[in-house]
């Protein structure tokens, strides 16, 4: 009966997140193509998609970390969800190393060859486009705790996250409908701060929830965590 309760209060909270999130993103939508414009939103959108097709990266990674970390919660012992915590964390930022050099390599061929861009908005594109990969690299290194708190059932805070998210970017929409400048250059710059601060909300939440998220690079490697390293392949 518990449990039942407690997949009932996931699954309310969730979609509660949901329905709000989705009136929320309709509102700040409309206030940024109208603050953009029509050619930059498509510019910015364009860019976006790009990035947008390594996110399978986060769902995938995030269920191999969950994995481990589940099973480690069931025998009840910390400090081998710790070492797992740890271990996730340090493949992750391979991962990113991998991944930003992947991407600044993708990026020389991106705008010389496979985008037409205006040439008076090259410069501002390639700006853009450094920035969505900070926002991608952001949201890897966040993996190891979106792992954890999947575990720990911990959907509230998940709801929390993601309706700050919604406010950040409901708040850059508005400034950008009123400031002065290259507005789509404050877009993506505010767009890759706001990723940063709810990365620092995970970290800093998980730090005091969960003893286990605590990092700690030089702890002994667990035998699950080693399969954890041939699962990933790294």
Same mark, same amino acid.
Request: net charge positive; proline share 2%; aromatic share 12%.
């Given at each position: ?69 589940? /099973? ?36 020389? /061929?991106? /705008? ?18 450094? /920035? ?18 999947? $575990? ?60 286990? $998220? ?21």
């Amino acid at each position: 009966m518990q449990a039942a309760n407690r997949v009932a209060k996931n699954t309310m909270i969730l979609y509660i997140k949901m329905a709000i999130n989705v009136f929320i993103s309709l509102y700040t939508t409309r206030l940024v193509l109208h603050a953009l414009g029509a050619e930059d939103f498509g510019l910015y959108n364009v860019i976006y998609g790009i990035i947008l097709m390594l996110n399978f990266i986060n769902a995938s990674m995030t269920a191999a970390s969950q994995r481990f970390i589940s /099973f480690s919660m069931g025998e009840g012992n910390i400090t081998s969800i710790n070492k797992i915590f740890n271990m996730s964390v340090i493949l992750h930022l391979r991962i990113v190393i991998i991944i930003f050099i992947v991407l600044e390599v993708a990026g020389y /061929f991106i /705008f010389h060859g496979i985008l037409n861009v205006d040439p008076s908005k090259l410069d501002t594109a390639k700006i853009i486009y450094q /920035f969505m990969v900070i926002t991608m690299l952001v949201n890897v290194i966040h993996v190891p705790y979106d792992a954890l708190l999947n $575990a720990h059932e911990n959907m509230l805070f998940f709801a929390i996250i993601g309706l700050t998210e919604s406010i950040f970017k409901l708040s850059i929409a508005i400034f950008i409908t009123y400031v002065i400048g290259n507005k789509l250059i404050y877009f993506g710059a505010l767009s890759a701060i706001s990723s940063i601060l709810i990365l620092l909300m995970y970290r800093i939440y998980c730090n005091k929830q969960y003893p286990e $998220a605590k990092i700690q690079f030089k702890s002994k490697v667990p035998s699950v965590v080693l399969n954890f390293i041939k699962l990933v392949g790294l």
